[in-house]
C-alpha cells in the first residue's frame, strides 16, 4: 500500500507510525466501588427476626395515626380559639 499524501506533501497521521485517536482511553479505568450507604445518614437496622420485623412495621404505622391525630387536634384547638375570639 503505497503512502497516501495530505495536502502540501504531508504523510497522514496514522499512516506516519503514531496511533489514531478514537476516544477510547488506552489505560482501563480503575473497579468501581460500590458501598451500601443510606440515603439519610442512618443506617438500616437488620432485622434477623420476622417478628422483630411485624413490632416495627406495627410501631411505625402507629406513629404516624399518632401524628396524624396531633395534626387534627392542633387544627381543632385552632379553630376552637378563633371561634371563642370572635364571640368575646
Known amino acids: ?5 495530505q495536502g502540501r506533501n504531508r504523510p497522514r497521521v496514522a499512516e506516519a507510525g ?3 485517536v478514537s476516544g477510547v482511553p488506552t489505560t482501563p479505568e480503575p473497579p ?3 458501598w451500601p ?3 439519610d445518614g442512618t443506617e438500616p437496622l437488620q432485622q ?13 404505622y402507629q406513629n404516624e395515626l ?11 384547638a385552632a379553630v376552637q380559639e378563633e371561634t371563642e375570639e370572635e364571640t368575646e
Open 37 to 39: 450507604h443510606p440515603v
Open 32 to 34: 468501581v466501588r460500590r
Open 18 to 20: 503514531l496511533p489514531a
Open 1 to 5: 500500500m503505497a503512502k497516501q499524501m
Open 48 to 60: 434477623a427476626d420476622s417478628a422483630l420485623h411485624f413490632v416495627h412495621c406495627a410501631l411505625s
Open 66 to 76: 399518632l401524628a396524624d391525630i396531633k395534626a387534627l387536634l392542633e387544627r381543632i
